[in-house]
């Protein structure tokens, strides 16, 4: 069965530092990977997909997210975070391209001044 | 764009009520999802809908319904209400075959459900 574990359900930086969401998986085909973002009383937004064309993926806002194979993972960087990067973000894991998503437990990104 | 639309953003009932949340997608995509938010949780998936009248329990179906009568709107039931059903909905939708490139599920801004 899939699953996703996000590590660290809140996680702090400061305006300007590098942020780090981690996300590892457990899949029994080549799975298709996900990273949304929620901003308060909305619902969410694509962030990012893997589809296996590339193990490093760009999206919006500025992030990133590698797929490694080997580790499971597929963790979510962003270089320099801004004050409007605060909100919830979720990893998610499909067989099939996102039609039926398994999703992590959410991890809240706090940003300071 | 894609437009998910859920009918209630916030909404109080009582136990024993029946209780329905509506979504409705204008972008004639097959798949539809209704989702279970709860804080360290995250998404649990209660049902999902890949055509009309189609339905196919998710993870946590227990005291959900559901109805797909047209293929633009997927409703949730809760058929007596009760406290722990207290949470937040979110519906999605998503297309299929040659459609889905690209393309994300499609999340509304949620229905947050209050059970006292």
């Known amino acids: 069965a899939q699953s996703v574990t996000q590590l660290g359900s809140h996680v702090s930086v400061s305006e300007g530092a590098l942020v780090l969401l981690r996300c590892n998986y457990s899949?029994?085909?080549?799975?298709?990977l996900f990273w949304y973002v929620q901003y308060p009383n909305q619902g969410l937004q694509l962030l990012l997909k893997y589809t296996s064309a590339a193990t490093l993926v760009k999206g919006i806002n500025g992030f990133e997210a590698e797929f490694k194979k080997s580790e499971t993972s597929f963790h979510l960087t962003k270089p320099s975070a801004h004050m409007s990067d605060a909100a919830e973000y979720f990893c998610?894991?499909?067989?099939?391209?996102?039609?039926?998503?398994?999703f992590g437990q959410g991890t809240e990104l706090s940003v300071k001044p | 764009d894609v437009k998910v639309t859920q009918s209630s953003r916030y909404l109080v009932k009582r136990t024993g009520e029946k209780v329905f949340l509506e979504c409705v997608q204008d972008?004639?995509?097959?798949?539809m999802f209704w989702y279970r938010q709860d804080p360290g949780l995250g998404l649990r998936l209660i049902y999902f809908s890949y055509d009309v009248k189609m339905k196919e329990k998710g993870d946590i179906p227990e005291g959900y319904s559901v109805s797909r009568e047209k293929k633009e709107r997927f409703s949730l039931i809760l058929e007596s209400a009760s406290t722990n059903q207290t949470s937040m909905y979110l519906c999605a939708s998503f297309p299929s075959g040659a459609r889905v490139g690209n393309q994300p599920q499609h999340f509304g801004d949620g229905t947050r459900l209050s059970i006292l």
């Open positions: 972008m004639d995509h097959e798949n």
């Open positions: 899949s029994s085909v080549p799975p298709y």
């Open positions: 998610a894991v499909s067989e099939d391209q996102g039609g039926k998503l398994i």
